[in-house]
């Protein structure tokens, strides 16, 4: 089942209207909001749903995950069941041969299909990636400009979650894909 046959899902590509332009413009401002870099106490995770502490993430209420800092994205959307990452590849992402790292793609998507699942779990119950299969499909490079990884939940269950992601510029080309598996279990 891909996320445009669950029903009420948004489309996984670019809105109409998207331009790189515009997705900077957004990855400046999301960046703006962003608190310090820093882990988020227990607690906080504890005591708010999945969606609840992504969009306390993403509004600057909590610290941003250093990840985000070190490899240079930010969370963008967040929605139950939908999570999107933008990053901008730089040449500081380049592999040895002269193309943005796999890393790079892998643990943009990694980010998009962990929070998706994430976003569906209520208060107390946390998550972590058993499995990530990531296909290539197209090379990215530093005149890429921004790029998206869109996760969406395929089954989110009491143990188990499952989601795909994709990796888009703004006028939907698509660099990569995923799926993960997320083992579910309470805090």
């Given at each position: 089942m891909n996320s445009s046959s669950i029903p009420g899902a948004p489309a996984p590509g670019p809105a109409d209207g998207d331009s790189a332009e515009r997705w900077l413009a957004d990855e400046a401002?999301?960046?703006g909001r962003s608190g310090p870099a820093g882990v988020a106490a227990l607690d906080d995770l504890r005591s708010r749903s999945g969606i609840e502490f992504l969009r306390a993430l993403m509004n600057g209420e909590l610290p941003s995950p250093p990840i985000g800092h070190t490899v240079g994205f930010v969370l963008?959307?967040?929605d139950p069941g939908r999570v999107v990452f933008q990053g901008t590849p730089g040449r500081e992402h380049y592999n040895p041969i002269g193309t943005i790292h796999g890393g790079w793609i892998a643990t943009l998507l990694d980010s998009a299909v962990g929070c998706a699942v994430h976003s569906t779990l209520p208060a107390g119950r946390?998550?972590?990636?058993l499995e990530l299969k990531v296909n290539y499909v197209k090379a990215v490079s530093d005149r890429t400009g921004p790029l998206r990884a869109i996760g969406t939940v395929i089954s989110a269950g009491r143990q188990a979650g499952t989601a795909e992601g994709r990796l888009?510029?703004?006028a939907g080309r698509l660099y990569a894909f995923?799926?993960?598996t997320c083992l579910i279990f309470d805090l």
């Amino acid at each position: 089942m891909n996320s445009s046959s669950i029903p009420g899902a948004p489309a996984p590509g670019p809105a109409d209207g998207d331009s790189a332009e515009r997705w900077l413009a957004d990855e400046a401002e999301r960046r703006g909001r962003s608190g310090p870099a820093g882990v988020a106490a227990l607690d906080d995770l504890r005591s708010r749903s999945g969606i609840e502490f992504l969009r306390a993430l993403m509004n600057g209420e909590l610290p941003s995950p250093p990840i985000g800092h070190t490899v240079g994205f930010v969370l963008i959307a967040v929605d139950p069941g939908r999570v999107v990452f933008q990053g901008t590849p730089g040449r500081e992402h380049y592999n040895p041969i002269g193309t943005i790292h796999g890393g790079w793609i892998a643990t943009l998507l990694d980010s998009a299909v962990g929070c998706a699942v994430h976003s569906t779990l209520p208060a107390g119950r946390g998550y972590t990636t058993l499995e990530l299969k990531v296909n290539y499909v197209k090379a990215v490079s530093d005149r890429t400009g921004p790029l998206r990884a869109i996760g969406t939940v395929i089954s989110a269950g009491r143990q188990a979650g499952t989601a795909e992601g994709r990796l888009v510029d703004a006028a939907g080309r698509l660099y990569a894909f995923a799926t993960t598996t997320c083992l579910i279990f309470d805090l």
